[in-house]
Structure formats: structure tokens, C-alpha cells
């Protein structure tokens, strides 16, 4: 295993999710009195780690069509856009 791809990707997504919706709709299933905490924790968890298997099983087949170059190019120009239109948003 190659810690520093682990280490990249842990902080990228870690820091990719803070304050994303995801957290957000966890925080408000967590906030009510009558839930467990451990099954929100464990729902929450099951529901990222299938995203991001299905994320992984696509990009490792999208990979072998398009060069990856392109693929980051894409994944950058959607960043700034969603940046772009979360700006106009908040205006």
C-alpha cells in the first residue's frame, strides 16, 4: 500500500466532505433526541464507503478509455464551476 496516495486522497476527501451536504444531513439525523448516535455513524459510514466504491470501480473503468490527464481536467473545471456557481448563490 502506498501511504502517501493514502494520505492524499484521506485528506482530500476529508476535506472535500467538511460542511458538504452529506455532513450536514448526518449532523440533523444526529441532532435528533430519539435516534442512536452509533446507527447514524454506521449508516453514514456505509453510505460513503459505497459512493466512494462505486467511484472507484468507475474511475478504473473510465481509465482505461480516457487518458487520466483529461479525467483531472474535467474534475478541475467541475470544481471551479460548482466554486462559480456556489459564490453566485450565496450573493
Known sequence: MDLKVLFVVF????LAELGDKTQLATVLFA???SVSLVT???GASLALMLS?????AAGSVISHYVDPR???YVAGA???VIGI???VQAG
Open 11 to 14: 485528506g482530500t476527501v476529508f
Open 40 to 42: 447514524v455513524f454506521v
Open 78 to 80: 467541475g470544481f471551479i
Open 85 to 87: 456557481w456556489t459564490i
Open 70 to 72: 483529461y479525467l483531472s
Open 52 to 56: 466512494s466504491a462505486i467511484a472507484v
Open 31 to 33: 441532532s435528533k433526541p
